[in-house]
C-alpha cells in the first residue's frame, strides 16, 4: 500500500531557529515529491523534487530527495513567525496524477 | 478563472440533509481533485478526474458521496443523508494533468453539520 509519512507531527521553535522537517515514501512507480504550505485552508505549492540530490531553494527555504532511501526533507533557516503553518509533502499515487498526501507536520514559530 | 474557486466557503447543515459543493478549476486544466481535511488532520482523497477517463473514486469513504465533472470544468461534490462525521473542510483542486505537474487548491469549503 502506498503510503507517505511526515515527522514529527508538530514541532515549535523560536523565531531565527533553523528547522528540518521529514517526509519518508512508499509509492508505487514514483515519479515525484511535493511540498505544500497550508496556512489557513488552500496549501500553497513550495517545491517538486523528481531527481535525488538536486537542491531546490526558495529563499530561506530548500528541500532535497533521496530516491535510494525515500525520503525528502524541507529545511527553513532563520525561522520567522510567518512560517507557522502546516507543512505537507504528497506524491503522485502509483501510475496516474492523483496526489496522496502525508499527514504533515504541524510548524509553530514564536517569537 | 485566475485560481481554484469554491462555492460555497461555508456551509452549516442539518444532519440528514443533502449538500452540494461546487469546485470550478483553473481553465484548460485537465485533472480535478477532491479532497476532505477534518480538524488537525491532513488530507484525506475523495475522488480524482483526469480528462475523459473514468474517475479514480477508491477515497470515497460511502455511498452517500459521489461526485460529477462535465468536462474539464465545473465539479460538484454531493454528500447525502449528512452525518455529523462529515464535517470538515473539503478542498479541490486541479492541475494540467501532465506528469509532474503540481495542484493548485481551491480556498475550500467548511462544511458543518449540525
Known amino acids: 500500500e502506498d503510503k507517505v509519512v511526515q515527522s514529527p507531527l508538530s514541532l515549535v521553535v523560536h523565531e531565527g531557529d533553523t528547522v528540518t522537517l521529514n517526509c519518508s515514501y512508499e509509492v508505487t512507480n514514483f515519479r515525484s515529491l511535493l511540498w505544500y504550505k497550508q496556512e489557513k485552508k488552500a496549501p500553497t505549492f513550495l517545491f517538486m523534487l523528481t531527481s535525488s540530490g538536486i537542491e531546490k531553494k526558495s529563499g530561506r527555504l530548500s528541500s532535497i530527495l533521496d530516491k535510494k532511501e525515500l525520503f525528502s526533507i524541507l529545511n527553513i533557516t532563520a525561522t520567522q513567525t510567518g512560517d507557522s503553518a502546516i507543512y505537507l509533502c504528497?506524491?503522485?499515487?502509483?501510475?496516474?496524477?492523483?496526489?496522496?498526501f502525508g499527514t504533515g507536520t504541524r510548524l509553530t514559530v514564536i517569537p | 478563472g485566475a485560481g481554484v474557486s469554491q462555492s460555497p466557503s461555508n456551509k452549516v447543515t442539518e444532519k440528514g440533509k443533502d449538500v452540494e459543493l461546487r469546485c470550478d478549476p483553473i481553465?484548460?486544466?485537465?485533472?480535478l481533485y477532491w479532497y476532505r481535511q477534518r480538524l488537525g488532520q491532513g488530507l484525506e482523497f475523495l475522488i480524482y478526474?483526469?480528462?475523459?477517463?473514468?474517475?479514480?473514486k477508491s477515497g470515497l469513504p460511502s455511498d452517500r458521496f459521489s461526485a460529477e465533472r462535465t468536462g474539464e470544468s465545473v465539479s460538484t461534490l454531493t454528500i447525502q443523508r449528512t452525518q455529523q462525521e462529515d464535517s470538515a473542510v473539503y478542498l479541490c483542486?486541479?492541475?494540467?494533468?501532465?506528469?509532474?505537474?503540481?495542484?493548485?487548491f481551491g480556498q475550500g469549503t467548511r462544511l458543518t453539520v449540525v
Open positions: 478526474f483526469q480528462g475523459n477517463s473514468a474517475p479514480d
Open positions: 504528497a506524491s503522485p499515487r502509483g501510475g496516474a496524477n492523483n496526489l496522496f
Open positions: 481553465s484548460g486544466h485537465t485533472a
Open positions: 483542486a486541479s492541475s494540467p494533468g501532465r506528469q509532474n505537474t503540481e495542484a493548485f
